[in-house]
């Protein structure tokens, strides 16, 4: 049996990573499943990178208006929405001391307002029907890192925002949030050399880095009703590497 056979879903950032994992992952547990994605060459290819896919939706999430614009094509096409998935992130490494206001206000409209701009527009959706909220956070978001001090600071907000939108919408919709680890995406790839990323491997007690496919695993866990008493809760998959602070190192 399919867990997600019916259920409506929207991924965003699912064209490559994470995102994408999900969305396979969605598809493959009977979902029908819509990618939104600012990336127009990644997104022409999305028939590809996720077969199976029922709508692709070309939006930045950090804007308003485009975001309304990809709601109303599913309201179209769809006419509903149980599942959203917040995936889609950016990452800015830099000193704090000279870290640009730019760079600091770029990281947190994308990770942090376009969350909150998705997962509004999805729960207007899903009142008075129910549904799930799912937001990609990071350990980044529970424990100090150097240097990111941006990313940091957008995913404590995700894990903070996942936690009172719980509250404020139980018990019609579920919101939870999943913090990975270091998981080898083009986005970790772009941002560490092949050594920087062994040695964070090196410091996982698992000993490897994780897989995009093991967080969609949880993801399609979250959304299905085998999770409907789980709410306001930050699910860590990390292979160990937070259990004795090695975040932090």
Not at 26 to 49: N, P, Q, S, T, Y
Not at 59 to 67: I, K, L, S
Not at 146 to 156: G, L
Request: glycine letters at 10%; proline letters at 4%.
């Amino acid at each position: 049996m399919k867990r997600l056979a019916e259920h409506r879903a929207i991924v965003t950032g699912g064209a490559s990573g994470i995102g994408a994992a999900i969305a396979r992952r969605f598809v493959a547990e009977g979902a029908r499943v819509a990618v939104m994605d600012r990336d127009k060459e990644a997104m022409a290819l999305i028939d590809d990178r996720v077969p199976g896919v029922d709508l692709a939706l070309v939006a930045d999430v950090t804007e308003p208006a485009a975001v309304d614009e990809a709601f109303e094509e599913l309201d179209r096409r769809w006419g509903g929405l149980d599942v959203a998935v917040n995936n889609a992130g950016i990452s800015v490494p830099g000193a704090f001391a000279d870290l640009p206001l730019a760079d600091w206000e770029r990281v947190l409209r994308v990770n942090l307002t376009g969350v909150f701009l998705v997962a509004q527009r999805a729960v207007r959706r899903m009142r008075g029907r129910g549904g799930v909220v799912i937001n990609i956070a990071s350990v980044s978001g529970m424990v100090g890192m150097p240097n990111y001090s941006a990313y940091n600071v957008s995913k404590a907000g995700v894990i903070e925002l996942t936690r009172t939108l719980a509250l404020e919408l139980a018990p019609e919709i579920r919101v939870n949030a999943i913090c990975p680890g270091y998981v080898l995406t083009p986005m970790q790839e772009a941002e560490y050399s092949p050594a920087a990323l062994a040695e964070c491997a090196r410091k996982v007690p698992l000993g490897r880095l994780g897989r995009p496919a093991e967080i969609a695993a949880l993801a399609a866990y979250l959304a299905s009703d085998e999770a409907e008493f789980a709410t306001g809760q930050t699910f860590v998959i990390d292979g160990g590497e937070t259990a004795g602070g090695l975040a932090s190192a």
